[in-house]
């Protein structure tokens, strides 16, 4: 088995990088941040590729550093925009539409001849709680995961049956990218209080639902956006 991780230095992608190498995976990890690559490709005895998520020629270069059949596709890439409709730019609605969509699509695209060549295949991308439910300042972020789960089931359909593919959707979770959410500790308790299992999410919690679907465990799993997210997209909570 082999899988190939797009933001592999993020707190989801690295913690997801070290459950599947705990299980002998082969992996490939690519990201921008070629410091932090570097020392956990060298912690995990994985390759990696350096570069942007923006670049076609990354893209590229990491599926043709991976190799040929590609078991798993991860597209841990992902941002978090919080302004107010008023103050929200058109760049700024463009920019999380590139980065978390449109990247992985071109993601999939990229990947698809080493993922076809396998015999069975799994993608895994990511959404968030904010595209199923309405919170004020999200109006950027909640479209752009949106249209991520829209493309999970386009893919799920066009893919069936060599290649399943899933998306996972965290409410807030401990990573350095929600790290101004979560600065102090009053913070992270008022928010931890929203979630009815009263806590905020970590990455390795994020990272089992991922490791499962990548999994022969998951083999009749496909299409799905799946909750991790401490039962805030359905239940009340108390915050």
């Not at 752009?144 to 066009?158: C, F, H, P, S």
Request: proline share 3%.
């Amino acid at each position: 088995m082999t899988v190939l991780i797009f933001g592999a230095t993020g707190g989801i992608g690295a913690a997801l990088a070290r459950r599947l190498a705990t299980g002998g995976t082969k992996l490939h990890l690519a990201g921008r941040n070629g410091e932090k690559l570097a020392a956990l490709g060298k912690e995990l005895n994985a390759g990696t590729t350096v570069g942007d998520v923006l670049d076609d020629a990354h893209l590229s270069q990491a599926v043709a550093d991976a190799g040929t059949p590609l078991t798993g596709l991860v597209y841990a890439v992902g941002s978090i925009t919080l302004k107010p409709l008023g103050r929200t730019t058109d760049e700024d609605f463009l920019a999380d539409y590139r980065l978390n969509a449109l990247g992985a699509a071109q993601a999939i695209r990229a990947a698809l001849p080493a993922l076809k060549a396998s015999e069975q295949a799994s993608i895994v991308l990511f959404s968030s709680v904010a595209a199923a439910r309405g919170f004020a300042s999200h109006a950027s972020i909640a479209m752009a995961k949106g249209a991520v789960e829209a493309l999970t089931r386009a893919m799920a359909a066009e893919l069936a049956p060599k290649i399943r593919v899933n998306c996972v959707a965290p409410s807030l979770t401990r990573t350095p990218l929600a790290a101004a959410l979560t600065a102090t500790d009053q913070m992270a308790a008022a928010l931890a209080q929203a979630h009815p299992l009263q806590r905020l999410g970590e990455a390795d919690d994020i990272a089992a639902m991922a490791e499962l679907l990548l999994s022969e465990r998951a083999g009749w799993i496909t299409g799905q956006v799946l909750g991790v997210d401490g039962g805030r997209s359905t239940l009340a909570g108390r915050g």
